[in-house]
């Protein structure tokens, strides 16, 4: 009876090993994309392989033992224990294994830490859930955050099939883009809480700290897109701040760096005229609602109806339907302590004007003044 | 030995238990605190496996189905702490009860009055802990690790959420006081330090470590609640303060945490095996000197839960080989346990399918610890679900498997009834297959790129996640089983005899099942 229960388990794990193995998702950590990685990967196997060989043993002892050595058989106890040699070679071996594991893993770790002579280096900071990267000496500052698709499918009861989105929540609007062959440093940092940077084919992931500015680095050696996730708890969703890198041959990367400076100074250009010239309500209020979209759902809600106790509503919160002065103050200098971060450091004039404006006059506010972005220059 | 049975008791003129709902509020008899402790365990068990059934189900598919993200985070952090803080430990203490005094040969545990006290903060401060689901904000969602500055980020339940995990505390350590009062005081004459059972000697050590740490984890949450109201900023980079500092002291309180919960499961696994082998234990003494020294190094590797905060180089080396070498005592443990079984003559009654199944699925999780320890490899394995499955075969099937052996084996002796074997086995089997369905993928997982503490996933991990969450639900449903196994053992069954298992050593064994209601009140001899 025994027997045949041992049999039935064993069985049911062999289905399902067979089953893993036809299956053509990973199983196993990548190997990645660079040097280190590849280090890591290696590493990785070596202590499995010592844990697989350990394991045979100790559990081949114990399976022989409960065939051999159980009543039913007749087996008789001796009734042996205590044995010093016994106990000093089971504590030696294992130790000269751990020595020789610890060697290899020191020095991979070494080689890990060393971000010196970097070619280019990279700002990287985390939000409350986004990332923004900036590139330092090069005028290139952006967020990168969840692409529309994925987000449209996330939300609780979307009835969008997953599986038709592409990189299901594993997209973003804008990827990070490195050069190829380049050693590439990240100085790793967080505006509200903690997150963690985390491309498994790079082979490490840092955390991003408020206060605190991480090393780390990248040498990739193919072209290629690369997928990962924030991989420390941030909030309600830490699940949904993807990050995407896209390797460019260094042509293409100075193709698309030029271009990226390009843009900025348009929308620097854009942003000093309506600051001149002013914008309309109407304008501020259209403009606002993209960047509500963008910067504020994710706590404030869709329709500004909030989340009882941890996001206040905007629709008809008092502070908005108050004096302006508080509100301005609220969104550009945040609240310590809480989840409302500065936005002063993450928008414009103009989209803060806009914003602002938007809340008041949208999401089931009307209170019908407007605030212009020169205002809010002079507020910084 | 001479058998103590009810009626002798009754001539030291000793009075019974009182009758009805009172005797269960006042009293201050080990057995019958034991027996809450236990029975609370267990309904916290079934109220954190209920938690883990939501998550479960959320990851059954991709895609957001059933619970918004923000009460999925608040269903994992609440899961965790009902579980280390309402179900393992107080089954633990439980043990303890019931056991610690008739293992030593006494009549009661040292300090009866604490006793009562210290199991009826449980149950207040699990209420004022769930209450807080109902508060504006929800419970707490930060993780049971409580990193600031999320956790500060919490709703109205933040200050009870604290409190609550005070008055733990507060019963742990008065818990652990006695103890540690009862195996020094109260040992039978001639029950030397080294004659005592090694489920004592476990929980000796246990004890110290629980009196170390749990006022360091009182400090950091009080830290917190005056960073929250109090405008202090310990944990606040913007007020000179530092968010990492709080993990430090979190981990010097969480890595002896996690010993906390599994030496007193090697000491019920040291106390099985021997029975049912019928054979004494291989090493005894290298049992105790094992368990000595991984008590002492569980204060030197807290840093290896934050090897990618970015510590000095070290720092990180110097983690590392603490850690690698904690498994040294722990391979100690694993190859006496082997050499117990090896030429004995088994049986494989349910206790000693459970601490097979232990001592297996423990090591399991020992090898994924091994490698969670290479700190340049735990840079991919931290935070994914590799993490998740390696302290769910270390708590699952290490501490919850140990405790389930332990009901198994002295259950006959607490009711004085047999449970069904039968079930007992099915039970085993059950919960086995589905606990390996539930976390084996969960390795692979992790391996391939999901990170845990996530309510969705991308595709590629949609397979695995169906198998999980079908092992989760079947090992869910084990456990009501095991429930209905327990109620029925209670309630009647095959009378057990006060040997109760053929090759039992020990004094328990030497009372009558059930035992009478005062253990030993003249102190037995020791051979
Ligand atoms: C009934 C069987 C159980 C199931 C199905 C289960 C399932 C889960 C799941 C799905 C998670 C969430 C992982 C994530 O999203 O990161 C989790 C977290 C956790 N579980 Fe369990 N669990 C079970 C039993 C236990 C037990 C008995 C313990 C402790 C003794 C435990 C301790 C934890 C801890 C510490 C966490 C981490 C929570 C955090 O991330 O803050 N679990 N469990
Ligand atoms: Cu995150
Ligand atoms: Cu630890």
Redesign the interface.
């Known amino acids: 009876m025994n027997k045949l229960k041992q049999l039935f388990a064993g069985g049911a794990l062999l289905t399902f090993m067979s089953s893993v193995a036809h299956a053509e998702y990973g199983l196993n950590m990548p190997v990645g994309v660079t040097e280190t990685s590849r280090q890591v990967y290696d590493l990785h196997m070596l202590i499995l392989w010592v844990c697989v060989a350990i394991g045979v043993v100790v559990f081949g002892a114990m399976i022989w033992s409960m065939i051999f050595h159980r009543k039913s058989k007749g087996a008789v106890a001796s009734q042996f224990h205590e044995s010093m040699t016994a106990e000093v070679v089971w504590t030696v071996v294992p130790f000269i294994i751990l020595i020789v594991m610890a060697i290899p893993a020191t020095k991979v770790l070494i080689d890990m830490h060393d971000a010196s002579e970097a070619d280019m280096s990279i700002k990287v900071t985390g939000y409350q859930w986004k990332w923004r990267y900036e590139y330092i000496g090069e005028d290139v500052d952006f967020f990168s955050s969840l692409d529309a698709a994925s987000n449209e499918a996330r939300q609780v009861g979307s009835k969008i099939d997953p599986s038709t989105v592409d990189n299901y929540l594993l997209n973003v609007d804008r990827p990070l883009v490195i050069p190829v062959g380049k050693k590439v440093r990240f100085l790793l940092t967080a505006s509200d809480v903690i997150h963690a940077w985390w491309v498994p084919d790079f082979g490490w992931k840092k955390d991003a700290i408020p206060g605190f500015i991480n090393e780390a680095w990248v040498k990739v050696d193919e072209p290629g897109v690369y997928r990962g996730q924030c991989a420390e708890l941030c909030g309600r969703d830490h699940g949904f701040m993807p990050i995407v890198v896209e390797v460019k041959s260094e042509a293409d990367y100075a193709i698309w760096l030029a271009a990226q400076k390009g843009e900025e100074v348009v929308a620097k250009m854009e942003a000093e005229v309506a600051l001149v010239e002013g914008l309309t309500a109407d304008d501020l209020i259209q403009k606002g609602e993209e960047v509500y979209r963008a910067n504020c759902v994710a706590c404030h809600q869709m329709k500004g109806e909030g989340i009882a106790g941890v996001f206040p509503a905007i629709s008809g919160s008092a502070l908005v339907n108050g004096p302006m002065d508080a509100q301005i103050d609220m969104v550009m200098n945040g609240k310590v302590g809480t989840a409302m971060v500065a936005f002063k450091n993450q928008l414009n004039d103009v989209e803060l004007a806009a914003v602002i404006t938007y809340q008041r006059n949208s999401l089931g506010n009307s209170v019908g003044d407007s605030v212009q972005p020169s205002a809010i220059a002079a507020l910084r | 030995m001479t058998t103590v049975t009810a009626d002798t008791h009754d001539d030291h003129h000793d009075h019974g238990p009182a009758k009805g709902f009172m005797r269960w509020v006042t009293t201050t008899n080990h057995k019958d605190i034991g027996t809450l402790y236990l029975i609370f365990s267990l309904v916290m068990f079934m109220v954190g496996g209920a938690m883990a059934m939501v998550i479960r189900l959320e990851l059954f598919q ?9 009460f999925f ?1 608040q269903m994992t952090t609440v899961h965790a702490l009902v579980m280390i803080f309402g179900a393992v430990m107080p089954a633990f203490v439980g043990l303890a009860n019931w056991m610690l005094p008739i293992m030593v040969g006494g009549p009661d545990m040292a300090l009866p009055r604490m006793n009562n006290w210290s199991f009826w903060i449980l149950p207040f401060a699990f209420a004022m802990l769930l209450s807080t689901f109902f ?4 419970a707490a ?3 049971w690790t409580l ?1 600031p ?2 956790v ?5 339940g933040f200050p009870y959420m604290i409190f609550a995990i005070h008055m733990m505390g507060i019963s742990s350590v008065m818990g652990a006081i006695n103890v540690i009062v009862t195996i020094l005081n109260m040992r039978a004459p001639g029950m030397t330090l080294m004659k005592m059972p090694l489920f004592v000697w476990t929980w000796f050590i246990t004890a110290y470590l629980l009196i170390a740490v749990m006022p360091v984890l009182a400090g950091a949450v009080t830290m917190l609640l005056t ?2 109201f109090y405008d202090t900023s310990f944990f ?3 007020g000179g303060g ?3 500092l709080f993990q430090h002291i979190f981990w010097f309180f969480g890595h002896p945490e996690v010993y906390i919960l599994i030496l007193p499961a090697f000491g019920v696994v040291s106390s099985i095996i021997p029975t049912f ?10 049992m105790v000197y094992a368990t000595a020294s991984i008590a002492f190094l569980s204060f030197i590797v807290w840093a290896h839960h934050m090897f ?3 510590m000095p ?1 070290e720092g ?2 110097f983690f ?2 603490a850690t ?2 904690i ?2 005592p722990t ?2 443990k ?2 006496n346990w ?11 009654e349910t206790p000693m399918l459970f601490s ?1 199944g232990f ?2 699925m423990f ?2 999780g020992g ?1 994924s610890g ?2 969670l320890a ?4 735990d ?2 394995y ?3 679900y590799f993490v998740v499955a390696h302290f769910h075969y270390v708590l699952v099937t290490g501490a919850i498997y140990s405790i389930m052996a332990a009901a198994y084996y002295w259950l006959p002796k607490w009711t004085g009834n047999m449970y069904n074997e039968k079930m007992g ?1 099915w039970h085993f ?1 059950l919960s ?2 589905s606990v ?2 539930l976390f084996f ?1 969960q390795h ?1 997982l992790g ?3 999901m ?1 845990r ?12 996640n169906m ?1 999980s969450s079908i092992g989760g639900f079947a090992f869910g449903l084990s456990q009501v089983f095991f429930c209905y196994i327990v109620y029925k053992t209670i309630k009647g069954g095959e009378k057990a005899t006060d040997q109760v298992w053929e090759g039992a050593e020990g004094l328990e064994w030497t009372l009558s099942s059930p035992p009478p209601y005062h253990s030993f009140t003249t102190a037995p001899e020791i051979k």
């Not at chain 2, 082998?277 to 290298?286: C, D, H, T």
């Not at chain 2, 082997?338 to 494989?348: N, P, R, V």
């Open positions: 991709p895609g957001l189905q059933f619970v918004d993200p923000g985070n508060m504006d904000g929800g969602a930060g993780g990193y500055p999320l500060l980020q919490g709703g109205n960073d929250r606040s980079a913007a530092d968010p990492v082998a019928r054979k004494p234990l291989f090493g005894y003494s290298s990618t905060v970015g180089i990180e080396l590392m080989y690698m070498l498994a040294v391979g100690v694993v190859f082997i050499s117990t079984m090896w030429k004995g003559s088994m049986t494989f097979i001592v297996i090591t399991i090898f091994l490698m290479i700190a340049p490899a840079f991919q931290h935070d994914t086995q089997w086995t297959v390996n369905v993928p692979f391996l391939a790129g990170p503490r996530i309510p969705d996933y991308s595709v590629q991990f949609a397979e695995f198998w």
